[in-house]
């Protein structure tokens, strides 16, 4: 398993795997930008995982207040709305839950739910959560996240507009995508966000190096009625402080980057179980 960060060998990756005989190549970089994007579709979500290649789903959906699934059971839940899903677990503070159809979902519960993308909208539609498409985004930093994240959304039809103190990479940004409007100034100004219309955005997604930076102008865009703030959080310990504050989805290259790695190991540990029982 090897880290492949930079875009150039990573396009040709499928022949340096061949000829270098890797299992598995990871980039951090496009690995945090997928989840980014996953969660841009599902504004409701905090986070989204894929499985199945793509046809199954699993989702972390907050409860908040006037949720009409409140109160209710698991159980309740199916008889009314009849959609096809599965609430794997719940995590209720400290703690999670395995649940039965006897569960009864609390205000401030995380649910953790596997189904297809169809179904999902359906369960976001009858909750009253399913927020509107996003459509304009508004990113602080211009890295490689940056970089994979807003070509992924160009190819989606959002408009996106990335902010970038260095003016060596808002040139090369600029070469390299052309549909992007990309902004040279600091993404913690806070004038400056306000006149380059960030109450008008749909999104904004704290990309720069510092925790601190992202968290400080996730907080200011939620303040100003951005209705999805997504940053970029690489220290644990901050990530769970700043769920406290309201920021509900937080990125880290780190993780992501072990979570693929481990969801590979464990895919080939089954492989080779299901292999011996046959």
Known sequence: IARVRNPI???????????LHLSMAINPELTVANEISRVLIFPSASKVETFVKGKIEL??????????IIGMSLAEVYRKYQIKIL??????GKEVYIPDGSF???????????????????????????KKKIKKVMIGGGGRVSFYLAKQ????????KIIEQNRKKCESLC???PKVTIIHGDATDHELLLEEGIGEADAFVALTGLDEE???????AKAQGVHKIIAKVNEDSRAQMVESLGL????SAKTATADAIISYVRARQNSYSNANVE
Request: include cysteine; glycine fraction near 6%.
């Open 248 to 251: 509900d989805s937080l990125v």
């Open 214 to 220: 992202n968290i400080i102008t996730g907080l200011f």
């Open 153 to 160: 959304l160009c190819n989606m039809g959002m408009d996106v």
């Open 59 to 68: 989702v972390e959906v907050p409860l908040r207040e006037g949720n009409p």
């Open 87 to 92: 609430v794997c677990a719940v995590q209720r």
């Open 104 to 130: 009864v979902l609390e205000l401030g519960d995380k649910l953790h739910i596997a189904a297809t993308h169809k179904q999902l909208e359906l369960l976001f539609q009858e909750m009253g959560s399913r």
């Open 9 to 19: 060998y990573f396009e040709q990756i499928h022949i340096l795997k061949e000829d």
């Open 175 to 177: 070469e390299q995508l």
